[in-house]
């Protein structure tokens, strides 16, 4: 089943934050998430695989609410080059590590 | 880092015709690939999973007379859109995790943009 993400879009000016939603009606093996620009594939930035685990890179860091099923993506102070669509991808625990898309989070950094 | 490669990056083809994508794992073995497709501004649609060795596993709708997937090595997966249509224009994009069992994340091809006319 496909994670929910929200919000649908966000705009942003330059040095904004900004934060991502990722949530799931099933128990969660993992999250990860992707940027993809418009018209590439998608980028992975990380993943988390432990209830409460938190890690980032740069200014981008994510969090993994194991109990909630959720996951927050966390941008810092924005950058032109964060605008994208986010994909989270989720596994299932007890799956068989088919990963499930959400629907994207399309952001805009203006300058 | 892992890495996937995905030709060609976009087909134009005539109607009626069949179009072969592949995809490669350059730096890793990968016993399971997936294949998407993508509609603009819409999500990843997983159309089916490839195994080596064994018979791809479609999702419900994929017609997989139409899709055909081949995973004949390790590093290797094909995607063929035969009897191509307007319809089927959309952008094909794979994906292969290193282990196979989840938890590391998936490596993307660059994708293939598919115009059939």
């Known amino acids: 089943q496909q994670p929910v993400q929200s919000p649908q879009a966000v705009i942003l000016r330059e040095g904004e934050d900004a934060v991502i939603n990722c949530s799931s009606s099933?128990?969660?093996?993992?999250v990860h998430w992707y940027r993809q620009k418009h018209g590439e594939a998608p980028v992975f930035l990380m993943i988390?695989?432990?209830?409460?685990e938190q890690k980032g890179h740069d200014k981008i860091s994510a969090s993994f609410n194991e109990k909630k099923q959720q996951s927050s993506l966390y941008l810092t102070a924005s950058q032109l080059s964060y605008s994208g669509t986010y994909f989270c991808?989720?596994?299932?625990?007890?799956?068989?590590?088919?990963?499930?898309f959400g629907r994207g989070t399309s952001l805009i950094v203006h300058p | 880092g892992a890495v996937v490669s995905q030709h060609p990056s976009w087909v134009i083809c005539k109607s009626g015709t069949s179009v072969k994508i592949e995809c490669r794992s350059l730096?890793?073995?990968?016993?399971?690939m997936f294949w998407y497709r993508q509609f603009p501004k819409q999500s990843l649609m997983l159309m089916a999973t490839?195994?080596?060795?064994?018979?791809?596993?479609?999702e419900q709708g994929v017609e997989k007379d139409k899709f055909l997937i081949n995973h004949a090595s390790l590093t290797l997966s094909t995607l063929t859109v035969t009897s191509a249509h307007p319809e089927d224009s959309s952008f094909y994009i794979c994906?292969?995790?290193?282990?196979?069992?989840?938890?590391?994340?998936?490596?993307f091809g660059s994708g293939t943009r598919l115009t059939v006319v």
């Open positions: 994906s292969a995790s290193p282990t196979g069992t989840g938890g590391v994340g998936y490596t």
């Open positions: 099933k128990a969660l093996y993992s």
């Open positions: 988390l695989l432990k209830g409460g």
């Open positions: 991808g989720t596994e299932k625990s007890g799956g068989s590590y088919i990963p499930t």
């Open positions: 730096d890793f073995q990968a016993t399971t």
């Open positions: 490839s195994n080596e060795g064994s018979k791809a596993t479609y």
